[in-house]
Structure formats: structure tokens, C-alpha cells
């Protein structure tokens, strides 16, 4: 076991899957000599080389576009988009070239490849860098959607996205790069997609939540004990497909669930959460779904960013409302 | 402008009219001259086959064209008049080459191993349409403008890391161009070095959008210069300064030697699509031109014909064998068991979700209780 941060566990993985498989090979910009711009790439262009962890020119379209044709022929590239908040340029490639390959070619060719990208807020970047923008993603048929929350679930959800036959969009938060260390085994492992992780037990109110926001819903979760309520939490880890069988068996024993996310709520992976439960578990409910998440509004100046983020009043607040029922 | 061209046509000047400013080893009344075609190394049979692979695209666009007007398929990109540019070039990879294609290039997709049937399943919707054969390195028609060109690059960019002899093409138009990943797909392979042929066919229009609309550029081939990386302006109706272009570019790619960018002029006879009317964009007299003098069939006929290796007979003879073996795969095509709703399901993951297994198990149950209405 080593104690490791987020993007240490994340480096770790590439690094171990890269000695595994010599198909796997890393394209980005500022990924090579210099290891990425937050460092998670850090040492692998001295251990494989330019022809594995390869500077590409500024350009996401071409990253994601070559990935995709190399992942045709055989290769298993993991891309680089430096923040979330650029890979609009580069939403044709992956949303109508990769996602639909398999489909469109019914089964004869397909593009496996890894699309890793920093996101989310908290931490102060410039304009455009911090939105989140997993339910595009969510939205494609064909992508399967990776958000971490932990070290240890970094490390073994990228081991099993690089080895997946689908393409994946891994999305790392950024404030969790850093943000905390965790024992981490130092053998390859696997943690699977499409599994949720139940953080938490309770039995009055089911949370759902992903990504930056674990760490805290746990805390505020833990501490309502002494105050008599129960909270359940779960962790979606993957955005798509989501677990809904992990979120049904919870919300069927608490009657009460809170959805919890960063990114905008119209149109978001919360209102399709809400949506299936209602539809599947209608008669479980006990109070209205809530749903706290980003506003719908672009991703705000740093001044009121943790005004807009979902918080720990907000989400006190949502306790309180769905406790009324 | 510094367009590298091969030697043996160095005689023609810059100044000239654009149209004439490119390789040309046919003109149009079927001349040539004898020490040029010999260093082709195409014996006449090479010759005869190029020029049936060009008739049989043209029956089959033309076979396709009635049909949608039949109502047998859907919505189609005809392609008659770039004959020359898309078997000139096909015939020039070998089998294991990687090709991208886009929408409106059945003719090169035919000479390398996608089946005719194929493509009348393609457009008639069936699923398994885009579903190329094991054993073909040919991707599924490109429907995004430009899409497929840094696909390409990545593509031709494996077979370079593992040192493979295959070689990457991918064909598109001149309004392809003005795309931003046309841009992207040119700067990766030239900055990496890949082994990749940017087959450009100029056929003057996109869509009702002519090609000085499309750039201030007076050449495409002349943006190869500005990405470092070879270029040859062709006279895309002229099925050997094709092939001989491709062949060398080909051969550069293999030998690692770089990426190549060929602008082949030619022209589109037909609308865009079954659902474009050009009569309301274009000069008729420019489409009779094309479709006339300068039609690439008509130039290699006569030149056939010169060499003894063409008479009437003997095309009337082969476009009868065409017609039939095209009628027979659109028959098979048409008895092909049709597409049913519950297979959408089967091609999106590697395994399905438990989201889409329901809905699968929803329409499944839907066409069970069909069966029942009809046999009950």
C-alpha cells in the first residue's frame, strides 16, 4: 500500500496499464516533458518515450479525432483534454465519430478509446475551465461516463475505462487532485464501471451523489446521526450507465431521496435519476425528489463560486425539506 | 507557389488557366504520349480492368439514382463524373491499405472489396449495411463533413508505431476544406510524419457552393505547402495521372516518407443529392461541358479505343454483364431479411445495459404480440 493522492493514483494507473498492454499510449497536450498540467502524466515520458506519451499540437479535435483512429487500428490511446471546458471542440469526434462507430458498423469496428479530463470548481480556475459537462456525455448512446471520487476508486476505475471495449470520458475533479491522500494498493486492481459505491448507510433519506461533491455529503451525512437522522449515501462513480438497481434498493428502504451535483440542473443526470425512481418507485416515495446542483446559469465568476456550487447550507436545507414529510 | 509536381510535367507554366494547371497524361480526345503510360507498368490488362471498374460504377450510380427515384431506397449522393478520380486512385492500394471514405465514393469503396450488395443495403437502411466485410480495412461512409480525415491520421498513425507497410487514404471534396479538422488531420500527419495519402476530389461544388466561394485559395493543393508536406494537383477526370499520383504518393507513404496531399479536379455531373435541384445554383452549359467533352468515361474510351483494347461491341457487351450482376445484388439486397427494431439495442455497447435490456425486452415483446395478431 502507498499513501497517494488522486492524480498519484491516476498516474499510477496509466502507468501500470501502459507496462501491461504496449496498445495503450497517452496523447495530450503538455503531457510529455511536462508531465501535464496537473502532473498526471508526471514521469511516464521518461519511462515510455515520445512515441507513448506524446505532445500532440493545440488541438482537441485532432487528439480525439487520431485517438479514434488509432483505437480502430488496434492501438488503446488514452486522450488528454486538458480542462472539460475545451472538449466542445472536440464534441463532433466523440459524440457522433467514436460513440457510434460500433453501432453504425454494426459490431465490425469499434473505438476503444479513454478520454480523461480535469473539471469541476472550487478551485479558482479561469473562465471556462471548471464546467461540468457530464450529461452531454450521459446524452450519447454508445459513451459510458466515468466520474471518481477517492484515490482508490481513481485508480481502479481507469485501470478498468482503459480496458474497456466501449469509449469512456474519465472525468477527474480537480478538487480532489490534491485534496486528500489515501493507502492505496500498489498492484494493478480493478473497480468496476457501471457499479455505484454505497458510502454510507441510513434509513431516512437516500443521497446520490458523484465526484467532488463525496467528500462532504458524507461529512454533513455523518454528522446528522447525532442529530437523529439516518442519510444514506451513495456514490454513482459512473454517469453512464448509472446504477439504478444501488439508487431503487435504497430509495425502496428510505422513501426520501436528495440527488446532488455540481453541474446545471436542467437537463442534468439528476432530473434523469428523479425521473427513473419516480417511474419505478413511485409508491416507495415519502417526499418530493430533490435535486441541489449548479444553477442554470454559466459557470460563475470565483467570487460566488462556492455561493453556486452546491454547499453544505444547501444541502442542510434539503435535508430539512424532505425531512418535513 | 511552390507545388512539388512530378518531373515529367514540369512544362506547364504557373500562369496558365487553373483549370489546365495540373497533371494530365490523357487529354481529351484520348492522346498521350507513349513513353508516359509505359512507365505506368500497367499492362493492358491493368488498362481494360481500370476501365471496367469505371463503367461499372457508373451503371451502378446510375442503377442507384432509379431506384431512389423508385422509391427502393433512401436518399442518395450519386457520383458520376468522378469515375477516373475514385478507381485511379482505389487501384493504386493494396489490399490491406485503410481507407476512410465519405458519402460519395462508392466507385473507390467497390474496387477494394466492399460488395455492391452491400452498399443496396446500406441504402435501403438495413443495419448491417455499414458492416464492411472482415477482411476489408474500409470504414463507413463518412457522413460529417471532414470527420474522417483525423481519424484517418490517427489510423495510418498505428500502422506506423508498429511499423506496418499498411498505408492509410481518406477521400474527400473541396468543400471539406474549409473544415477545421481538414486542418487538424493535415497538421497531425505532417507533424508526425504519418503515412497517409489526403485524396481531395475538387468537383467544383459543395452543395450549391462554389469552390471560390469555398476559399480564397486558387488551388487546394496549394495549403500542402503551408502543412510542409507534398502536394500534386491532378486532372482528377484522367483515371491514369490519377492512379500514377496516387501510386507515388502511396509509395512515399510506405517508404516513410511523409504524408501527401493530391487535389484531384473533376466534376460533380449530378445534384448533391436526390433532394438537391442544381439547375437553381448552376450554369447548365458548365454541366454539359463536364458532362460531355470532359467526361472522364468518354476520355478513356478513346484512349482504349486508340490502343485497340475498346470497341462499341465490346463496351455494349460489357455493360449487359454489368446491369445483370448489378440486378442480381440488388435482388439479394432486397431479399435480405429486413432490419427489426429489437437489434438497435445490440450494437451500441459491447454488453448491454440494464436501461437498454428493457427497452430491447420492450419492443421484443411488442413484435411477439404482432406475430401473435397475424398467426392468431
Known amino acids: ?325 | 507557389m511552390k507545388v512539388i509536381i512530378d518531373e515529367e510535367m514540369t512544362n506547364l507554366q504557373k500562369a496558365q488557366v487553373v483549370d489546365l494547371d495540373y497533371y494530365q497524361l490523357i487529354d481529351l480526345d484520348g492522346n498521350s504520349n507513349e513513353k508516359q503510360i509505359s512507365n505506368l507498368n500497367l499492362d493492358d490488362s491493368d488498362l481494360s480492368s481500370m476501365y471496367e471498374w469505371m463503367l461499372k460504377a457508373r451503371q451502378m450510380d446510375k442503377k442507384l439514382l432509379n431506384m431512389q427515384r423508385q422509391g427502393r431506397i433512401g436518399t442518395y449522393s450519386p457520383f458520376s463524373g468522378q469515375e477516373a478520380a475514385q478507381i485511379g486512385s482505389a487501384m493504386a492500394l493494396k489490399e490491406t491499405d485503410w481507407m476512410f471514405p465519405t458519402y460519395r465514393d462508392l466507385g473507390a469503396c467497390i474496387v477494394n472489396g466492399i460488395p455492391i450488395q452491400q452498399i443496396v443495403k446500406y441504402l435501403k437502411g438495413h443495419l448491417e449495411g455499414s458492416k464492411t466485410p472482415e477482411n476489408v480495412n474500409i470504414l463507413p461512409l463518412q457522413i460529417i463533413i471532414g470527420g474522417q480525415i483525423p481519424q484517418a491520421a490517427g489510423c495510418a498513425w498505428a500502422s506506423k508505431l508498429r511499423a506496418e507497410k499498411d498505408i492509410t487514404i481518406t477521400y474527400f471534396g473541396d468543400g471539406a476544406t474549409s473544415q477545421g479538422d481538414f486542418h487538424e488531420g493535415m497538421n497531425f500527419a505532417s507533424v508526425f510524419n504519418l503515412p497517409i495519402v489526403f485524396f481531395c476530389q475538387n468537383n467544383h461544388w459543395a452543395i450549391s457552393v462554389p469552390f471560390n466561394k469555398q476559399s480564397g485559395s486558387e488551388t487546394i493543393v496549394q495549403k500542402a505547402e503551408a502543412y510542409g508536406m507534398k502536394g500534386i494537383r491532378v486532372d482528377g477526370n484522367d483515371v491514369l495521372a490519377v492512379y500514377k499520383a496516387t501510386k507515388e504518393a502511396i509509395d512515399r507513404a510506405r517508404n516513410n516518407e511523409g504524408p501527401t496531399l493530391i487535389e484531384a479536379v473533376t466534376y460533380r455531373q449530378g445534384p448533391h443529392t436526390t433532394s438537391d435541384d442544381p439547375t437553381k445554383y448552376r450554369d447548365q452549359e458548365e454541366v454539359s461541358e463536364w458532362t460531355n467533352e470532359k467526361d472522364p468515361l468518354v476520355r478513356f474510351e478513346r484512349f482504349l479505343e486508340k490502343r485497340g483494347l475498346l470497341t462499341e461491341e465490346k463496351k455494349k457487351s460489357l455493360m449487359d454483364e454489368f446491369d445483370q450482376k448489378i440486378l442480381n445484388d440488388i435482388k439479394e439486397a432486397e431479399e435480405t431479411i429486413p432490419t427489426t427494431i429489437d437489434q438497435v439495442f445490440d450494437y451500441v455497447y459491447d454488453h448491454s445495459h440494464s436501461v437498454l435490456q428493457d427497452q430491447k425486452n420492450e419492443v421484443a415483446q411488442r413484435i411477439l404480440a404482432k406475430k401473435g395478431d397475424i398467426h392468431g
Open chain 1, 1 to 325: 500500500m502507498a499513501n497517494l493522492t488522486m492524480v498519484q493514483s491516476i498516474t499510477e494507473a496509466l502507468k501500470q496499464e501502459m507496462e501491461r498492454d504496449d496498445r495503450v499510449l497517452l496523447l495530450g497536450q503538455d503531457i510529455g516533458k511536462n508531465g501535464g498540467v496537473f502532473r498526471a502524466t508526471d514521469g511516464l515520458f521518461e519511462q515510455f518515450g515520445e512515441n507513448r506519451v506524446i505532445d500532440t499540437p493545440l488541438a482537441e479535435s485532432g487528439i480525439v479525432g487520431t485517438s479514434v483512429g488509432l483505437s480502430l487500428n488496434n492501438m488503446r490511446p488514452v486522450a488528454e483534454i486538458q480542462f472539460l471546458g475545451f472538449i466542445y471542440e472536440t464534441m463532433d469526434q466523440i459524440c457522433t465519430q467514436a460513440a457510434r462507430m460500433r453501432f453504425r458498423s454494426a459490431g465490425r469496428f469499434t473505438a476503444p478509446i479513454v478520454i480523461r479530463s480535469p473539471f469541476g470548481g472550487g478551485v479558482r480556475t479561469p473562465e471556462m475551465h471548471s464546467d461540468s459537462l457530464e450529461a452531454l456525455f450521459a446524452h450519447t448512446p454508445g459513451l459510458k461516463v466515468v466520474i471518481p471520487s477517492n484515490p482508490y476508486d481513481a485508480k481502479g476505475l481507469l485501470i478498468s475505462a482503459i480496458r474497456d471495449e466501449n469509449p469512456v470520458i474519465f472525468l477527474e475533479p480537480m478538487k480532489l487532485y490534491r485534496s486528500s491522500r489515501e493507502e492505496v494498493p500498489e498492484e494493478s486492481y480493478t473497480v468496476p464501471l457501471g457499479k455505484a459505491k454505497l458510502v454510507k448507510e441510513g434509513d431516512d433519506i437516500t443521497i446520490v451523489t458523484y465526484g467532488a461533491n463525496v467528500p462532504f455529503v458524507h461529512k454533513v451525512a455523518t454528522e446528522y446521526e447525532g442529530k437523529g437522522i439516518s442519510i444514506e449515501v451513495i456514490d454513482l462513480r459512473t454517469i453512464h450507465p448509472i446504477d439504478f438497481e444501488t439508487i431503487l434498493e435504497s430509495v425502496e428502504k428510505t422513501g426520501r431521496l436528495i440527488i446532488i451535483h455540481e453541474a446545471v440542473k436542467t437537463g442534468g443526470v439528476g432530473g434523469e435519476i428523479a425521473a427513473h425512481i419516480s417511474e419505478k418507485a413511485f409508491f416507495s416515495l415519502s417526499a418530493p425528489i430533490i435535486r441541489i446542483t449548479g444553477y442554470d446559469t454559466p459557470f460563475p465568476v470565483t467570487q460566488v463560486e462556492d455561493d453556486w456550487l452546491p454547499n453544505v447550507q444547501r444541502l442542510q436545507e434539503g435535508i430539512e425539506n424532505v425531512m418535513m414529510y
